[in-house]
């Protein structure tokens, strides 16, 4: 038996709806990209940095239709970043144009909630790292929270808005910092004590759940039956992403290489240690019952934001094979910059940012966009490696192999660069991880026979071109 879906994998600078074949006897997974849109924040007339959801969803839209125009539709799941939400009134309407988390407004906010919360106390409930833009921090300065019934995360709302139906898919619900990472549910006293309402917390549902079936104008718009059920998959797009890891037997690492880079391992429970919360380490839900163990790093954000101001300025060769291929060629320094530091987060100059932190740092600075790129991925690189050696540490878990899936996983100087650096294997690939991984979830839940992570996986690596690397 196989089933054809549709996987809606929304990145933080690109969306992307995919069709997909899934079956195992015999062995299908093939994936084809039927539309494609770039993203990112907008600035709204206040200033302030958020997404445009309307067009979000009209571009989600119009992919499901171009998925349906050729070829049946069993299912569609959706997945997506991380922490930013949109708020529902009483009457069902978005109130404001969603936050982006690069957004200025939590500056500061996270210290004097941290303050308030203890920090001992914040970790042990929800095992999360410490970033400025969780949503919980994110809630802790919201205006609009007195005309809100409602909050949906990004993929829950853009699964409302095809089905009618409200409710928040656990994996991303995780990254909230309000959710608990041994119980499984949402952490309504941490909201009480902020003094903010868990009245508008939807109910939760699990990977391979159905959300509902489409409201009948979606469904005339798509031109699909009215009875298509969207089914909750992974739905951050890590998780979505880990699930489509292709790990055999050996216990593994695995970096998810895109705008950002998650780094971390598949745990059975959370590691809820002095240590851990020192090492700014997340527990986040994923698929199956799993923890996500692992550490956000800045990612090739700060590559693709010095190619677009490059792109900008008119800088000669500065298109990303150049630069790759200019940055290949360059010997081994050992320089490298904090790629975590706040200051790369928001949009803007980056090379010139890039050049601080060199400074900083006491290296040379960069002169040419190859020189940047590679200062870059030496530095990526080098975190990977202490990010990897850290988590197997706190776990008690020694990794034999580390995959790269994502983006990034197709950046074959950053993948040899990982390998040398972290004295471990690499295997690369498959590029559209979180997409392959959505698309597992649905067909399993309509049937196709994949009881574990172990089947899914193992479909992964009989039907995916993977490409491996020494180190050296």
């Known amino acids: 038996m196989s089933k054809r879906v549709v996987a809606v994998d929304l990145g933080a600078t690109s969306g992307r709806v995919m069709a997909a074949v899934v079956g195992v006897d015999p062995a299908v997974l093939d994936l084809v990209e039927v539309h494609r849109f770039p993203n990112g924040g907008v600035r709204a007339a206040d200033g302030s940095l958020r997404w445009d959801i309307r067009r979000i969803h009209g571009e989600v839209l119009e992919g499901i ?6 070829g049946p539709v069993d299912a569609i799941g959706i997945d997506s970043w991380g922490v930013d939400y949109g708020l529902l009134d009483a009457s069902g309407e978005l109130v404001t144009d969603p936050f982006s988390h690069r957004d200025a407004r939590t500056d500061g906010v996270a210290e004097s909630v941290v303050a308030r919360l203890g920090a001992d106390r914040l970790y042990a409930e929800t095992g999360l790292q410490q970033l400025p833009f969780n949503t919980l921090y994110q809630l802790s300065v919201e205006t609009a929270l ?12 853009l699964g409302y808005w095809l089905t009618g139906n409200p409710g928040a898919e656990r994996t991303n619900a995780s990254t909230t910092q309000f959710y608990g990472a041994r119980s499984q549910e949402w952490s309504t006293d941490l909201l009480a004590e902020l003094d903010l309402p868990a009245r508008v917390l939807p109910g939760l549902r699990s990977p391979g759940d159905v959300v509902g079936t489409l409201l009948p104008g979606v469904a005339a718009q798509a031109g699909l039956p009215p009875e298509t059920p969207v089914i909750a998959v992974g739905s951050h797009d890590t998780a979505s992403a880990v699930v489509g890891v292709p ?19 598949e745990l059975a429970e959370p590691v809820l240690t002095t240590a851990a919360r020192e090492a700014d380490f997340t527990n986040e839900t994923g698929v199956d019952g799993t923890i996500r163990f692992l550490r956000n790093v800045s990612g090739l954000w700060v590559l693709s934001e010095c190619l677009r101001q490059w792109a900008e300025d008119g800088t000669p060769d500065s298109d990303l094979g150049s630069v790759l291929d ?9 320089r490298v910059v904090d790629v975590d530091d706040h200051r790369l987060l928001p949009p803007g100059d980056m090379p010139a940012r890039v050049a601080s932190l060199a400074v900083e740092a006491g290296v040379d600075v960069p002169q040419t966009p190859g020189e940047y790129a590679r200062l870059v991925l030496d530095s990526l690189a080098e975190a990977y490696r202490r990010n990897v050696r850290t988590a197997a540490a706190l776990a008690g878990v020694e990794p034999e192999v580390v995959h790269v899936v994502g983006g990034g996983s197709e950046n074959r100087l950053l993948c040899q660069l990982t390998a040398d650096a972290c004295g471990l294997p690499v295997v690369a690939g498959p590029k559209e991880a979180a997409a392959l991984g ?27 071109a993977l490409t491996r690397y020494e180190p050296r």
């Open 326 to 334: 200019a940055a290949a060629v360059l010997p081994a320094s050992g």
């Open 438 to 464: 959505n698309v597992l979830v649905q067909a399993r839940a309509l049937g196709v026979e994949m009881p574990t992570l172990t089947e899914m996986r193992a479909l992964v690596r009989a039907t995916q």
């Open 247 to 265: 790990a055999g037997d050996q216990p593994f690492a695995y970096i998810s290489s895109g705008t950002w880079s998650l780094v971390g391992l």
């Open 65 to 70: 239709r171009l998925a349906a125009a050729s």
């Open 146 to 157: 007195d005309k809100a019934d409602t909050l949906l995360l990004v993929p829950d709302l």
